[in-house]
């Protein structure tokens, strides 16, 4: 019986030291604690990535699905399997080399357990059943003019689907010469399949994440010059008031953390977990930093798995998970 138990105590030793973990929590406001434990480790899950993307959970097989942008790939993770590849390309189908950035990048699950990818290399917003094909476009223009490179997607309750689309995926980005749109919009694609351009002020809109109550719409902008987390009314027919700025990233670039406002995420509290300068940021509803998820990497965006309590986080070459005391919206 005692070498039984020695046997026992060697493995689950074992097992524990095989759990790998990068970075810390960083606490600047004591309401953290009602949302994450300081020691909360971040687990590595995998790693060996060139861009790390658009993290979703796929509540009925339980396991996640996340982008490689520069890799075209999309993968797939869940518990005791490890990583495997799920669909290649996964968004750019033409010949020979497009861009440093081809693949899909922002991912979401449509109301009817679809999946819906914002696709750089072919421009468009698709959808497609997960298990047996059939992919299919939702938009690649607004008015007859091609998008840029569409980056990340959410749907509302009633259907709508909300996408920004800046030029990261283009070849020469901003100065490419295919580029036919002049701005870089935030688009709502309606349950007729009408696209309208809602936002076109912003330099660089990214990530996008609606409130639990969906009247309001953040969208995250990624320029080294004004980086911020705007807020955005949802009005009653889905399209969206004056904006304002709902987070100044800029101070805690010009404090030496590297990163920009990228990924949203939302918990049934309001709370924003927004990747940014320094990790993941915590943010209240009220628009006031609690604390970072600092991974050590930039950081591309976050997702809520398994019970909804569990945040993914898509961390430049790794993809990593922390324990939380919320739950995602």
């Known amino acids: 019986m005692k070498y039984l138990g020695l046997l026992f105590l060697l493995s689950h030793t074992l097992a524990s030291a095989q759990v790998r973990t990068i970075g810390q929590i960083v606490r600047l406001d004591p309401a953290l604690d009602l949302l994450l434990d300081q020691d909360a480790p971040i687990e590595i899950l995998a790693e060996g990535f060139k861009w790390s993307e658009g ?25 005791g399997e490890g990583l495997s590849e799920f669909l290649k390309p996964s968004g750019y189908t033409g010949y020979g080399y497009y861009s440093n950035e081809p693949g899909s990048n922002g991912l979401t699950m449509s109301r009817d357990g679809r999946l819906i990818a914002a696709e750089h290399g072919d421009r468009r917003v698709s959808i497609m059943p997960l298990h047996d094909g059939g992919k299919r476009t ?29 030029p990261y995926g283009l070849p020469k980005q901003a100065d490419d010469p295919s580029r036919e749109t002049p701005v870089f919009g935030v688009y709502r694609i309606d349950t007729t399949g009408k696209t309208t351009l809602l936002i076109d002020n912003l330099s660089r809109p990214n990530g996008l994440a609606f409130s639990p109550d969906e009247k309001t719409l953040y969208v995250a902008q990624s320029d080294p010059g004004m980086a911020a987390i705007f807020a955005y009314p949802v009005l009653a027919d889905g399209t969206t008031g004056e904006g304002r700025i709902f987070f100044d990233a800029n101070p805690l670039r010009k404090s030496g953390l590297g990163g920009l406002p990228d990924g949203l995420r939302v918990d049934v509290q309001g709370n924003l977990f927004a990747t940014g300068p320094g990790g993941v940021l915590v943010i209240s ?30 961390a430049h070459r790794y993809l990593c998970r922390v324990k939380t005391k919320t739950k995602g919206f």
């Open 55 to 79: 993290p979703v959970w796929i509540k009925n097989g339980g396991y996640l699905l996340f982008s490689d942008v520069p890799q075209n790939i999309i993968f797939r993770w869940k518990q």
């Open 285 to 314: 509803p009220e628009g006031k930093l609690l604390g970072r998820i600092d991974t050590t990497q930039s950081n591309a965006n976050c997702g809520w798995g398994d019970d909804g309590s569990v945040l993914y986080i898509t």
């Open 138 to 166: 939702l938009a690649d223009n607004h008015a007859g003019k091609r998008f840029n490179s569409p980056n990340d997607v959410v749907q509302k309750s009633n259907g709508d689907i909300y996408f920004t689309d800046p």
